[in-house]
């Protein structure tokens, strides 16, 4: 499957940005969707994750209740609302794929697309 990243950009603190990622190639509904970022000099950590159905959301603990993943399947797109953002939150975003359950690690996931930067000023 290949992914495509958008929706990032430079924004105040406090500010909202919404990513998009669009998926071509295989079935989409049949993966489990998931955000990582990377800031610079740091690892890609695990941001958010959503089930295949929507139904299971799993996030980092410092995004909780200001983060939100969603997914279309009739658009093979994932989202990630982000609002209340933080200079902490400055990082390039990657989207990623895998088959299967819930997993955090960045080594789980088989397919990845080019991030997307956001910058949060203060």
């Known amino acids: 499957v290949q992914l495509q990243a958008s929706g990032g950009g430079l924004v105040q603190a406090g500010g909202s940005l919404r990513l998009s990622c669009a998926a071509s190639?295989?079935?989409?509904?049949?993966?489990?969707m998931a955000w990582f970022r990377q800031a610079p000099g740091k690892e890609r950590e695990f941001v958010a994750a959503?089930?295949?159905?929507?139904?299971?959301?799993w996030y980092l603990d410092s995004v909780k209740g200001r983060f939100t993943i969603s997914r279309d399947n009739a658009k093979d797109t994932v989202y990630l609302q982000m609002n209340s953002l933080r200079p902490e939150d400055t990082a390039v975003y990657y989207c990623a794929a895998r088959r299967g359950r819930y997993s955090g690690s960045v080594q789980s996931y088989e397919y990845w697309g080019h991030g997307t930067q956001v910058t949060v000023s203060s």
């Open positions: 959503i089930s295949w159905s929507g139904g299971n959301t």
């Open positions: 190639g295989r079935t989409f509904s049949s993966y489990l």
